[in-house]
Nanobody
Framework: QVQLVESGGGLVQAGGSLTLSCAASENIFNFNAMGWFRQAPGKQRELVAEINVGGRKDYVDSVKGRFSISRDGPKNTVYLQMNSLKPEDTGVYYC??????????WGQGTQVTVSS
């Protein structure tokens, strides 16, 4: 089973930026997609951004134009650049890999807190 190690979370003021990294223990092109979910307190986990094996990128509407997902194949790493952060972006961000439509592996999560 792939191991995913996230880093880059923290506390930032509204309007600031953070970059999350997710390093995988194997070739990221073994998976149909990789990306990030987040879970805010009292809310369900939601898909934030995903990049598929062909390079297609998808984002939840609330982060379009502010967040950008990218990858570095040789490093087996996926990144999430988050700009213009808002308090509602606060939550635990989980890196994931996906095979087909419903087989997921998860990282341990990294906390992002945006203060107003």
């Amino acid at each position: 089973q792939v191991q995913l190690v996230e880093s880059g979370g923290g506390l930032v003021q509204a309007g600031g930026s953070l970059t999350l990294s997710c390093a995988a223990s194997e070739n990221i092109f073994n998976f149909n997609a990789m990306g990030w979910f987040r879970q805010a307190p009292g809310k369900q986990r939601e898909l934030v951004a995903e990049i598929n094996v062909g390079g297609r990128k998808d984002y939840v509407d609330s982060v379009k134009g502010r967040f950008s997902i990218s990858r570095d194949g040789p490093k087996n790493t996926v990144y999430l650049q988050m700009n213009s952060l808002k308090p509602e972006d606060t939550g635990v961000y989980y890196c994931h890999t996906r095979i087909l439509s419903n087989r997921y592996n998860w990282g341990q999560g990294t906390q992002v807190t945006v203060s107003s």
